[in-house]
């Protein structure tokens, strides 16, 4: 994310576009809360938010199934949440999420989606679950 996070969510950008739409401004807030609090890491990972309100980072070493079922790589209780909801699997043409055929469906920043390309700052939704993608070197 080529722009500091902190300015685009004051509105303006620094050649001075209008302010951003409000779900622009609410996924960037999500994403600048969590990298403030994350854990340093390197490499593309996932970044989250556990049940005591603490930054988790997961590395994306390979794919990774999130969903309710406890064989999935990442589980949240959510009953929001498919079994097996979701996958996410970097390769050599970037990291992509596939929505498994849950009932609720996989949002790429607010849009539902059945596979997608991620970038660096986009936040998945998951049922009530919110993950930013944090692309390597950050």
Do not use: Y
Request: net charge positive; aromatic share 2%; charged share 30%.
């Amino acid at each position: 994310m080529g722009q500091d996070i902190e300015s685009l969510l004051r509105g303006a950008d620094s050649v001075g576009n209008p302010p951003r739409p409000a779900g622009l401004r609410k996924r960037l807030a999500i994403v600048a809360g969590l990298l403030r609090e994350a854990p340093l890491g390197e490499g593309t990972r996932l970044l989250w938010r556990n049940d005591r309100r603490e930054v988790v980072s997961l590395a994306l070493r390979g794919p990774v199934v999130i969903g309710r079922d406890s064989t999935c790589d990442l589980t949240f209780a959510d009953s929001r949440l498919s079994r097996r909801h979701c996958r996410v699997t970097p390769t050599e043409s970037g990291v992509w999420v596939e929505d498994l055929g849950s009932t609720n469906g996989t949002e790429v920043n607010d849009r539902r989606m059945r596979r997608a390309r991620l970038r660096d700052g986009d936040v998945l939704t998951l049922g009530g679950q919110a993950l930013a993608f944090v692309a390597a070197g950050r």
